[in-house]
């Protein structure tokens, strides 16, 4: 038996919504922004309770959200790729090759590329 697509769309958004679960993805979407504009990832389920985050480990985030009145507890460490965390800087030689970059010597070119980095891992609740 084949199913109506849009009538089990229709189904789906005319449902009852809660009101609490509603609330908890808006503040989830504000916190991921908030966590994003200070280069920090929300790692944990749109709309969970337990929200986790990682950052890097110089990072003031998880004081930042604890002057935002959370309870913001370390929970491990991992690793991210991160684009752009290691740069190659080069110099150019008498024959105009590229040289890895001498100090005192002018940059000539930069490369950066994507370097597994150790970021620290902390969790609260959004409740």
Known sequence: MRRNPERIVRQFLSARRDPEVD????????????????????????ADVKVTVECLPDSTLPDELRARGYDV??????????P???IEQFSLNGDGELVPWI???PVAEMRTHAGICRVKRYGFSIR
């Open 23 to 46: 609330a908890r993805k808006t503040t989830f979407a504000e916190l991921n922004e908030y966590v994003i504009s200070r280069s920090g990832w929300v790692t944990s389920v749109p």
């Open 73 to 82: 507890q370390p929970d491990g460490e991992g690793q991210r790729i991160i």
């Open 84 to 86: 752009g965390s290691i």
């Open 103 to 105: 100090e005192g010597k």
